[in-house]
């Protein structure tokens, strides 16, 4: 079956610290790539997505994410995270097929900045 | 104000009820899925539904059913065969076109006592 893992489950990080959330899938055909967010109390958010082009992409609060297709990877990146960062982050993949495209979540990365 | 709207947010039932979530949407998508979120296990797949009237089983549809009778709604029933039920519940939609994101609804606390 297809599959999106995320490697950390738990990511405990001091604010400053760099941040990287590793995110691989199984497909092997075309996929559209998300990341989104979930902050306490909030609505599920997109935080930035990948569909073509440049494979470096840019989302909202300095967050960004690499799509490497040979790794089948979309890792997400910050240079420097900030306590109102501490959230439970998914990584997504649209599947796209005949027919139409399925969406797969990864199982979420809990994300705790200490002040 | 565009967006998605659940309710209740928070929902008790006793074992053996059947209950039903609501979900409506006023961003004119075609597409709306319904979404089991459990701890450590991300979000896993109910139901969706691409246009009025027809709908898909996703990845665990056994002991939940849907109807899409409108455009803007498309309620989840959690019947009693269900046997795990005690679970937080998503609603999402978007457009037909993989290339876009799924809105988000708040989401509906359900346990069963």
């Known amino acids: 079956a297809q599959s999106v893992s995320q490697h950390n489950h738990h990511v405990i990080l001091s604010e400053a610290a760099s941040l990287e959330l590793g995110c691989n899938y199984s497909?092997?055909?075309?996929?559209?790539l998300f990341w989104y967010v979930q902050y306490p109390g909030q609505h599920l958010q997109l935080l930035l997505k990948?569909?073509?082009?440049?494979?470096l992409v840019k989302g909202i609060k300095g967050f960004e994410a690499e799509f490497i297709k040979s790794k089948f990877s979309f890792n997400l990146r910050k240079p420097s995270v900030q306590w109102s960062d501490t959230a439970e982050y998914f990584c997504?993949?649209?599947?796209?097929?005949?027919?139409?495209?399925?969406?797969?979540f990864g199982a979420g990365t809990r994300l705790f900045v200490k002040a | 104000d565009g967006g998605i709207t659940q309710s209740p947010k928070y929902l008790f039932r006793k074992e053996g009820q059947n209950v039903t979530l609501s979900c409506e949407q006023n961003?004119?998508?075609?597409?709306m899925y319904w979404y089991r979120q459990d701890p450590g296990q991300g979000l896993r797949l109910i139901y969706y539904?691409?246009?009025?009237?027809?709908?898909q089983k996703g990845d665990i549809a056994e002991g939940y059913s849907v109807s899409r009778e409108k455009k803007e709604s498309f309620p989840l029933t959690v019947t009693s065969a269900q046997k795990n039920p005690t679970a937080f519940y998503l609603c999402?939609?978007?457009?037909?076109?993989?290339?876009?994101?799924?809105?988000f609804g708040p989401g509906t606390r359900l346990t069963v006592l």
């Open positions: 999402a939609s978007s457009t037909q076109s993989s290339y876009n994101e799924q809105f």
């Open positions: 497909y092997g055909g075309t996929v559209n």
């Open positions: 990948y569909f073509s082009g440049d494979p």
């Open positions: 997504a993949v649209n599947e796209v097929g005949t027919g139409g495209f399925k969406t797969i």
């Open positions: 961003l004119n998508h075609d597409a």
């Open positions: 539904s691409q246009i009025v009237n027809d709908f």
